[in-house]
């Protein structure tokens, strides 16, 4: 029997390498004679440059930058396609797990370190520059990482403005004479599977705020600051980003790789299955297993289990996920293309002893979907 392991990560738990060893050992208990092909995925979020380098065997850099509260990181990115193209996460340089939880204020962080990120990747000569979004602290409309590529944001008496996405409610003008002249060379890319506008009910600040941090006064605020940035952009560049699907996500990020690196953007899920062949593989599979920390809304529009369930399908081959919770299970089923999941984490353990035996947990899961779907053994 030949089974395909495309999972992502396991958020807070698990890279996307270490689930399909978990999952491949859950099998082995089940199928031991299985030929298992490893497929790590992401969808532009956090493990997306781990997918690419390892799908496609590229390179990793580590550059320091400034994190989401201007303290030092060391963020991994890589190099592919023999130098030629940069993948990078904004989560290395600006993600959320940098910032400690009594910490967490979207309202001061800044997404300076990743285009400190896309400094280096010029440096380096690139002429493609994959930028995936997700897992951000930030809420700044991507001005911090137009920041250290140049441009400068000012206040009606012409003083920069400090870091963050408070600040933005005094932009009066930018200033992008500085602006890098390399981005006009090379192509950029932005991943991201996130829909929500920059702006409004479905914003970047009043959608994702709350989980980074802010509260009710605070979202208001950040909302009306990033109104106020996308009018100024829209005047002084000529790119109206308020409003186009997917301009929020990452804080609003993907609304400044447009604005200030011409970026286009693409589903983060279906680029890397694009470039790491998915479908190829699904095709040359008799089943195929998902998954990812949480299956919930999110899960069935867009997210990987959905893109991988919905290549199973256009291949017939039967696809099963592993998740280590389910929000909604009836939602769950109703995933087009998903044949049965099993959930990880028994409902009475913590969160924090679940992580610690995550290995553990998922090649259980791994092995009791098995043996729940196959009671007979393994088809011919």
């Given at each position: 029997?030949?089974?395909?392991?495309?999972?992502?990560?396991?958020?807070?738990?698990?890279?996307?390498?270490?689930?399909?060893?978990?999952?491949?050992?859950?099998?082995?208990?089940?199928?031991?004679?299985?030929?298992?092909?490893?497929?790590?995925?992401?969808?532009?979020?956090?493990?997306?440059?781990?997918?690419?380098?390892?799908?496609?065997?590229?390179?990793?850099?580590?550059?320091?930058?400034?994190?989401?509260?201007?303290?030092?990181?060391?963020?991994?990115?890589?190099?592919?396609?023999?130098?030629?193209?940069?993948?990078?996460?904004?989560?290395?340089?600006?993600?959320?797990?940098?910032?400690?939880?009594?910490?967490?204020?979207?309202?001061?962080?800044?997404?300076?370190?990743?285009?400190?990120?896309?400094?280096?990747?010029?440096?380096?000569?690139?002429?493609?520059?994959?930028?995936?979004?997700?897992?951000?602290?930030?809420?700044?409309?991507?001005?911090?990482?137009?920041?250290?590529?140049?441009?400068?944001?000012?206040?009606?008496?012409?003083?920069?403005?400090?870091?963050?996405?408070?600040?933005?409610?005094?932009?009066?003008?930018?200033?992008?004479?500085?602006?890098?002249?390399?981005?006009?060379?090379?192509?950029?890319?932005?991943?991201?599977?996130v829909r929500n506008p920059l702006c409004?009910?479905?914003?970047?600040?009043?959608?994702?705020?709350?989980?980074?941090?802010?509260?009710?006064?605070?979202?208001?605020?950040?909302?009306?600051?990033l109104d106020n940035y996308a009018a100024?952009?829209?005047?002084?560049?000529?790119?109206?980003?308020?409003?186009?699907?997917?301009?929020?996500?990452?804080?609003?990020?993907?609304?400044?790789?447009?604005?200030?690196?011409?970026?286009?953007?693409?589903?983060?899920?279906?680029?890397?299955?694009?470039?790491?062949?998915?479908?190829?593989?699904?095709?040359?599979?008799?089943?195929?297993?998902?998954?990812?920390?949480?299956?919930?809304?999110?899960?069935?529009?867009?997210?990987?289990?959905?893109?991988?369930?919905?290549?199973?399908?256009?291949?017939?081959?039967?696809?099963?996920?592993?998740?280590?919770?389910?929000?909604?299970?009836?939602?769950?089923?109703?995933?087009?293309?998903?044949?049965?999941?099993?959930?990880?984490?028994?409902?009475?353990?913590?969160?924090?002893?679940?992580r610690s035996r995550a290995p553990q947990?998922?090649?259980?899961?791994?092995?009791?979907?098995?043996?729940?779907?196959?009671?007979?053994?393994?088809?011919?």
């Amino acid at each position: 029997m030949r089974i395909l392991l495309a999972p992502q990560e396991f958020k807070g738990s698990l890279t996307a390498l270490e689930a399909v060893s978990a999952l491949a050992a859950g099998i082995e208990q089940v199928f031991p004679t299985a030929h298992i092909d490893r497929l790590p995925l992401a969808d532009g979020g956090p493990g997306t440059v781990n997918a690419i380098a390892i799908g496609l065997g590229g390179r990793y850099a580590l550059t320091s930058v400034d994190g989401p509260l201007g303290e030092p990181v060391s963020a991994r990115w890589a190099l592919i396609d023999a130098g030629r193209t940069a993948v990078m996460e904004m989560a290395a340089a600006s993600g959320f797990h940098l910032v400690p939880a009594d910490r967490r204020d979207p309202r001061r962080a800044s997404s300076y370190g990743t285009g400190e990120l896309v400094r280096a990747a010029l440096d380096a000569g690139v002429s493609h520059i994959l930028v995936g979004v997700g897992g951000s602290a930030t809420n700044d409309g991507g001005a911090g990482m137009a920041a250290a590529l140049g441009a400068r944001f000012l206040d009606d008496a012409g003083r920069p403005l400090p870091p963050g996405g408070s600040a933005l409610a005094h932009l009066a003008r930018l200033d992008d004479a500085a602006l890098d002249p390399r981005l006009a060379r090379v192509e950029v890319v932005a991943l991201a599977d996130v829909r929500n506008p920059l702006c409004g009910p479905q914003g970047a600040s009043v959608v994702y705020g709350p989980q980074k941090g802010a509260g009710p006064a605070a979202v208001c605020e950040l909302d009306w600051a990033l109104d106020n940035y996308a009018a100024v952009v829209e005047r002084d560049r000529g790119v109206a980003v308020r409003d186009f699907p997917g301009a929020g996500a990452g804080g609003g990020l993907v609304a400044g790789l447009v604005a200030f690196a011409g970026a286009r953007v693409e589903s983060g899920f279906r680029h890397v299955a694009q470039v790491l062949a998915l479908d190829r593989h699904v095709a040359a599979s008799q089943l195929v297993i998902t998954g990812e920390g949480r299956l919930d809304r999110q899960s069935a529009f867009g997210k990987t289990v959905a893109g991988v369930a919905a290549a199973a399908a256009a291949a017939g081959v039967p696809c099963l996920a592993v998740a280590g919770a389910v929000a909604d299970e009836d939602l769950v089923r109703s995933i087009p293309g998903l044949t049965d999941f099993e959930v990880a984490s028994p409902p009475e353990i913590t969160m924090d002893a679940a992580r610690s035996r995550a290995p553990q947990l998922l090649a259980a899961a791994a092995t009791r979907l098995l043996q729940r779907r196959f009671p007979d053994g393994a088809p011919v």
